[in-house]
């Protein structure tokens, strides 16, 4: 797959790219569109719940309007159903519970790796779609949250960094 690397084209999401709730495009590969229309069927839609088949495995985000197209390979796409909401899936497989049963099932020497097989044998608690809805929205909004007062916490920390700097010369 690698000598379809290019600059611009189809964005390849690897698992270093999926974080808690978000991804990290801040290095980002991207594929021909020639290679990426012959591997389609692993065209991410919005909505489906993107996770980390080997590496942090279980760690889970959703794919948005912007990354609508965009291909994986080595990583897992859950498309849920209309019984299922995407963000509560993706909170669920970043709870706890969800990791600990991925790292119990998980495979490899350095690197873990969770099997699809593995995967697919979890058993999802799921309560009436509104009560879902009411779920993951409710994570999503804090996890919101805490990035921005977490980017605040970084510009603080640059600013005092600043002073200090200032103080000293």
Request: glycine share 6%; net charge positive; charged share 30%.
């Amino acid at each position: 797959m690698t000598e379809n690397y290019t600059t611009e084209g189809t964005l390849l999401i690897r698992n270093s790219d999926i974080k808690e709730g978000r991804f990290d495009l801040s290095n980002p590969i991207y594929l021909e569109e020639q290679f990426a229309e012959k591997n389609k069927t692993r065209r991410m839609k919005k909505g489906d719940v993107v996770t980390v088949h080997t590496g942090d495995i279980g760690t889970s985000a959703i794919i948005n309007s912007e990354l609508d197209g965009t291909i994986g390979f080595a990583t897992i796409t859950t498309r849920p159903k209309k019984e299922l909401d995407s963000n509560f899936l993706a909170w669920y497989f970043n709870s706890n519970y969800h990791k600990k049963y991925a790292k119990r099932m998980s495979t490899g020497d350095g690197r873990s790796n969770y099997n699809m097989k593995d995967f697919n044998k979890n058993v999802i608690p799921t309560p009436k779609i509104a009560e879902q809805q009411k779920i993951g929205s409710f994570f999503k909004q804090l996890d919101e949250t805490l990035a921005l007062h977490q980017r605040k916490l970084e510009k603080l920390q640059e600013l005092k960094k600043g002073y200090l700097q200032k103080m000293f010369c």
